[in-house]
């Protein structure tokens, strides 16, 4: 990373050349929306925001940003929890907030064109009017976009049965640090050539500016129904969750909470959920008729031999929604009862699920803060919520502790620091304990053969080589003062 | 590319320090099999064929090669048809053949870890044992291996609704040209990092050298059943295909074939296909017994509703293999009606079905060769089988000016030249009218990101940017020339 090689007010006052000007933002407060995404804890304050309105506009954008090598971080809507947007600062935030229109959708061929800036929510209400939806549906659809979606590889409660951002798109179009068109991907099975697409899935700004999206609609299931099953030990949820899949049924969507997480959702959403079961797991089937009908009755009969003290099947889709909506409100419900909370996101192999909340219980007690547990069981994909109180000192460096811990422990069972939420700034250290430094070096060449300069989202990632050992004794430390 | 910097006898003996004398094989006798892949004309002899049996020996073999500039042609069974394991001259062939070991099957969480030479049929006949199977399923399975199927991302008549080789496994562990080891992907759902695995699936040994696979399993699907359409005209048999999938039906397989295969496969196998035909598709339904009744049903009618002269459905499972035999003996069957054929590989948009077609018997006429047509219809991969006889002067120069031509409509449709063949040699000119010189660019410095020097199986996959001009204008030509 070099500086810039130009100053803010004249890199200003080129954007303004050919972007309308009202969209090339240098004032701190229109600018200050703009310095943290979801992640609000990581912030910055950039040189500049701009919005372009086209792809060529866009492509002029990283020509002058690359003539005068000042870093440029894309966004969407900013919703992402790994801080992947957060600005740089001395360096330009390309909003894609304006290109937000649905290009075209095709329901013979069931797919939809899309300009980046598209919300997640807004593909599937256009396409209800074909029976057809977008598979992924990270908790934030109503307000993310299908660009950041790329960007972090989103999934969504329904991503065990549908799959992730990567499984569910066809092709990309993007443009390169040097301004250059490229598409990744194509309408094929199989695109030609190397895999381009699915290493830009998930890269999380480090190789190009998304400019459009081709999207995979799926047809709408005939039936959904949900089976909710109370336990009393996460060990015989744990288990129940590896019987299902075992047994043969692909869930749409199986998900688990533990005894905080329960009451909390249902203090919150009166969802009718057991308050005194340890563990609570929601799942649900969806097909034809005779398909729902048959793994409903499966899972039921699994859930009550591995120990099940309560078994509920919706009847009906009111119902089907309420059961649904104690998890959907799971992170406000724990937002009510504290003042501020981190949410965590890692893998683990669905076998460790119980050891794993067990010695969350033990951290818990061991950093003095409560946590709720809400977990996309069906695929190991775990979401701890951190309570803690931003005012009290020392309580929110405790916390990034605590999360730390979880993370390395994911690691140690064999999982990942990410599920869903992207690396970003958030969970650079801990790249440093999931991959050793010929890993790291391989995706530092990558980065370079799209990004000589690294202009693109720097700092983000993919940590710099020289700190990772620095990170790992510390890593180190914090396990040894734990044990 | 540079040349070696050892000689061949010298490189041998060293060779032999660490690897079994009896596998460096130097003599052409040996060699000669390895000469080149199941692409047979084109070929090439070696300096040398290496089999170690270790991946420590793999990875002494790649510094050896790395150190004296020496050019790696990594190869399983070498049943590829695009020629990707054809040899380079002064360089070495690293057989994987001796790396045949499962390593382990996991009922529970449905995987199995596998040394690159276990072959594709191998996987489901000892995960049989636990009601498991591996889903890609290429027509070579009897012999080719997971680790070529990772190097071409190998499809099958399955991978409609299963999915290609990417789809279906977790990581691959590989040895780097610098002779270190790699593990690319996780048992994640998403792998955080960049995804290196989806950019290795399909790579054709540019990258490095694959040592271990860990696939996912799936089990059998309770029950199937196949129903066989035969039509008097493509077009109605190309619509057929799209009426089903917008259905919404994803059938297990569904495979097309034109008048002239029906009737060379019929005469070897003897399946009941109607002789007079112009097309036939056989479209197979797995799942639940009640699913699989009910997609039959609703895809027998729609099949009469696009105009079906005949009908079966299999009513056993010996009917459904004998319906199955006539499309899977296609190859032979045409083997056996002329001296030599061509087997091409691409892929096309569903809705282009018939225009394509009709289209290439025009080709055929032009060109004075006949052609049979086999279509994993589903996902618009088509095998055109190029009849000709090498011994008649020209007629294998022609044969792949149409094979070339063929490639070129693909595109032109919005296809893509290769689906599940690879590139190889075969098809690398076809690579600079698949993509243009900024995309082949970004290819290369991915290539340079792993292998900077070159040496994995250079001259394959990727079309060096100084010939893509002379490329496109004999495309240019041919196409003028057929006008």
């Known amino acids: ?37 979801g992640l609000s804890m990581y912030c910055e304050m950039p040189w500049l925001v701009v919005l372009p309105e086209t792809v060529e506009q866009v492509q002029q954008a990283m020509r002058l940003c690359q003539e005068h090598k000042v870093p440029v971080v894309a966004r969407g809507a900013g919703t992402g929890l790994s801080a992947g947007a957060m600005p740089y600062a001395e360096g330009v935030v390309l909003s894609l907030a304006k290109f937000n229109r649905i290009l075209e959708i095709d329901p013979l061929a069931r797919t939809a064109r899309l300009q980046p800036g598209v919300r997640n929510l807004a593909i599937s209400e256009e396409a209800a009017q074909y029976g057809l939806y977008y ?25 065990l049965k549908y799959g992730l951002t990567v499984h569910n798109i066809l092709s990309v179009e993007m443009v390169t640090v040097e301004g250059e068109k490229l598409v990744v991907g194509s309408d094929a099975l199989d695109g030609c050539g190397m895999d381009m697409l699915a290493l830009m899935t998930g890269s999380e700004g480090l190789l190009g500016i998304v400019t459009e999206v081709k999207v995979k609609l799926l047809p709408k299931p005939e039936q959904a129904q949900v089976v909710m099953a109370g336990f009393d030990s996460v060990q015989n949820a744990g288990d129940a969750v590896g019987g299902v899949i075992a047994h043969g049924i692909i869930p749409g969507g199986l998900e688990m909470m533990d005894g905080f997480a329960i009451v909390a959702a249902e203090d919150f959403a009166q969802a009718g959920y057991p308050r005194d079961a340890a563990a609570l797991l929601l799942c649900e089937v969806d097909g034809t ?3 729902v009908q048959e793994h409903i009755e499966q899972a039921s009969n699994l859930f009550r031999s591995f120990g099940a003290t309560s078994i509920r099947v919706s009847q009906s889709e009111e119902e089907r929604a309420l059961l649904w909506k104690g998890r959907k409100s799971a992170f406000p419900a724990v937002g009510r009862i504290s003042p501020d909370y ?32 809400v977990f996309h069981a069906g695929d190991g994909n775990m979401h701890p919520l951190i309570l803690f109180d931003a005012n009290v000192p020392g309580e929110f460096e405790r916390t990034e502790e605590f999360g730390g811990a979880i993370l390395a422990m994911c690691v140690n069972v064999g999982g990942c620091i990410t599920g869903e939420h992207g690396v970003g700034v958030e969970k650079i250290r801990q790249m440093a304990i999931q991959f050793d430094d010929l890993e790291l070096a391989q995706f530092h060449a990558l980065k370079a053969a799209f990004d000589p300069d690294g202009l693109l989202n720097p700092g983000k990632g993919v940590p710099a080589l020289r700190h990772c050992q620095e990170y790992r004794s510390l890593e180190h430390k914090a396990h040894t003062a734990e044990a």
Chains 1, 2 share one sequence.
């Open 342 to 373: 981190y949410c965590m996101d890692g893998t683990i192999p669905r076998r460790h699920l119980a050891y794993v909340l067990t010695e969350m219980q033990k951290m818990s007690e061991h950093y003095g803060l409560r946590v709720a547990n």
């Open 1 to 37: 990373m070099s500086t810039p090689t130009i100053d803010r007010a004249e890199l200003a006052r080129q954007f303004r050349t050919f972007i309308d000007p009202a969209f090339v933002i240098e004032d701190d407060e229109t600018i200050r929306p703009y310095e943290c995404d």
């Open 135 to 159: 598979g992924p549906d990270p908790s934030s659809q109503i307000a993310c976009t299908i660009g950041g979606n790329v960007a972090e590889n989103s999934g969504g409660v329904h991503c």
């Open 289 to 291: 008729a005779e398909e």
